[in-house]
């Protein structure tokens, strides 16, 4: 429970609403809003005064500002991303595939590959460019199971050339992830990825 004190059940339901409406608008895409303008569209919703655009007009707009905002954050994490890789190759430990997916290995792996048809037994930790932790089975220290033609395609290219054991840092291209669609949240449209692996075992 919250130390502040609000003055009613009315008030704290109010404030909660849009904590949650704000978070989930966030995870969707949307980075910013004109807070006062937001809260007229709440005000005269409520009240029943007449919009000063009419909702087949509201949407149109949201859509074509949303697509907007989505292709100039897709150029912008696309060529982002191709600067990284580009960089990345010149490490002399990082391997690069005819697809395009980079990787390091950390630990060599002492078991047999998977084969697309496996399940397999993985702990992973997901990092954007710049460091932000996305997901990570390490941190939940729970580990994952999932077939290996089930997840992104460049992780089902790495898993099939991991011995069991093994334990690889994978540099995703955008094409190889999510592409231009992202995946809601932090992953943005076009974002390159970096996963730790380790395949722990094939079920």
Not at 104 to 115: D, H, L, M, R, T
Not at 191 to 202: A, K, N, P, S, Y
């Amino acid at each position: 429970m919250s130390d502040y004190q609000f003055k009613n059940d009315l008030e704290e339901f109010s404030y909660s609403l849009g904590l949650t409406i704000s978070s989930n608008l966030m995870q969707s895409g949307v980075k910013d809003i004109d807070a006062l303008q937001f809260l007229a569209g709440l005000q005269d919703t409520f009240a029943g005064n007449k919009p000063k655009i009419n909702f087949e007009t509201a949407n149109q707009i949201l859509q074509m500002f949303m697509a907007a905002q989505n292709d100039e954050e897709a150029a912008r994490n696309l060529e982002e991303g191709l600067m990284f890789l580009s960089q990345n190759i010149q490490n002399k430990d990082v391997i690069e595939t005819e697809s395009g997916l980079q990787y390091i290995v950390i630990k060599a792996g002492y078991g047999i590959n998977p084969s697309i048809d496996d399940e397999v037994k993985c702990h992973y930790h997901g990092t954007l460019l710049n460091g932000t932790v996305f997901d990570s089975s390490v941190e939940r220290r729970q580990p994952a199971i999932f077939p290996v033609n089930g997840v992104i395609q460049g992780w089902t290219e790495a898993l099939e050339m991991m011995p069991v054991g093994a334990k690889w840092r994978l540099f995703i291209p955008s094409d190889l992830a999510y592409g231009s669609e992202g995946a809601g949240g932090l992953i943005g449209p076009n974002v390159t990825l970096i996963f730790d692996v380790e395949l722990l075992e094939i079920l």
